[in-house]
């Protein structure tokens, strides 16, 4: 009998039998549940034993159904996800606490391993918008910005074409994120001269 004939059946006798198998599972539950917690030990070995025998067969097993099943692995993996967020997060942080130092030692080996290629990595990222948004954030933090809109300010800062206190055009002159050095609160968008020198101390009303 070839492959597909054998499906066929099976399927129809499944179908035909379903609830006597039910009947069967539910009377015998309990009874292989004592079987498999007297004989542990003895399952795990024979299982260990037939996955050593089978190691290369299973392995391409998986791999030709993976291929096969692309896609459907993936939207199982995507509602899996969905369902159980919140708990992935506890797992994860739980996990990362336990081998916090584990994953340090890690990272710093695979570093060193990679610096060329992570540096690589890391200027061609740059160059990408989310890149030269993140880039310039993490510059203004640095510098002293406290607010908590950035997203806003950099859409801002991105957007504007001229020096709100001078008009210079910023396709000519370099622009600038001003702000308060003491309170850390965003102020305007300015070239490097009026940010550098101050101008827009002379306006009596910033724009």
Known sequence: MDKEK????????YEENKEKH????????????????ENK?????????????????????????????????????KEWNEKNKEKQK???????????ETEKQKDKEYREANKERINEKQKEWNKTENG???????????????????DYIYDLYKNTTNCWVCNHDFSKY???????????????????KCNCHDNWKNYSEIV
Do not use: P, V
């Open 132 to 150: 030269k948004k993140s880039g310039a954030i993490r510059r203004w933090k640095y510098q002293g910005l406290t607010d908590t809109d950035l």
């Open 41 to 77: 030990e003895r399952i795990k070995e024979k299982q260990k034993e037939w996955y050593e025998e089978n190691k290369e067969k299973q392995r391409e097993y998986k791999k030709k159904y993976r291929e096969e099943n692309k896609e459907k692995i993936k939207q199982k993996n």
């Open 22 to 37: 039910k009947e069967y599972y539910q009377a015998n539950k309990e009874r292989k549940k004592e079987y498999r917690e």
């Open 174 to 192: 370099c622009k600038c994120m001003d702000h308060n050095h003491e309170t850390g609160d965003f102020r305007q968008i300015l070239c490097k």
């Open 6 to 13: 054998q499906k066929e059946y099976n399927k129809k006798w």
């Open 90 to 100: 506890e797992w994860h942080k739980k996990w990362y606490e336990e081998n916090k």
